[in-house]
């Protein structure tokens, strides 16, 4: 299974639609709208996480058993038992913070390995981006998460759309990529031409009138259609 995910991800783009809600109600209603659309991700938002946990993931999974399923449990410490929870309810994907402890990643990495799911590190607040990543790639991480979170996004004003130098750089040493924060139809058609394998959205879609067409364009640019 992780062999055959990695190689998808390799050889398409995808469109990763991030369900940060609280209320797993407004969640399972955007799933409804995008759930026939191809190359998506579903990414359990840490909200959502927060508030339902594995029951969560599986009510998510249950309505979208084909799809790839992130949870984004933004991991801080004991990885290998946060690996076993995104493992129960069914995520095929989940998080750690590139930021902590390498005896986090590794207990993350190795619990994955065992249980046949993939580890994204998410590089958010790392500071020396390409150093942290070569080390991630040497602790076995299979993604790299550019990320710029919502509060930074507020107070600053910029989105992951400003890091391009920095995930060109990154993709020399031939990591898979996913970029999230603060992505919208444009910015994905500025970063289009970038090796990045997982394009993360989450407000653009969750707060849109018409999450399904949005999603859709989205995709179709993926798709180069
Ligand atoms: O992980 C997150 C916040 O920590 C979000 O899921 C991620 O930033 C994508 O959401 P948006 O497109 O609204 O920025």
Known sequence: MREVLLEKLRTEKFLQIALDFIDINDAIKVVNEVKDLENEIIEIGTPLLKSFGIEGIRKIKSIVPDKIIVADTKTAD?????????????????????????????????????????????????KNVYERAKELKQLGVDIIGFHVGLDVQKSRGISVADLKSEIRKVSELGLLISIAGG???????????????????????TRSKEPKNVSKEIVNILKGR
């Not at 249980?115 to 790392?126: E, G, K, P, R, T």
């Not at 992505?183 to 879609?205: F, H, Q, T, W």
């Open 183 to 205: 992505l919208n139809k444009d910015r994905i058609l500025e970063l289009i031409d970038l090796p990045v394998s997982i394009y993360v959205v989450g407000g653009a879609i």
């Open 78 to 126: 004991a990885g290998d038992v946060e690996v076993e929870i995104a493992k129960l309810g069914g995520a095929n994907i989940m998080t750690v913070l590139g930021i902590m402890d390498d005896s986090t990643i590794h207990s993350a990495v190795k619990k994955a390995r065992e249980l046949d799911i993939l580890v994204q590190a998410d590089l958010i607040n790392v």
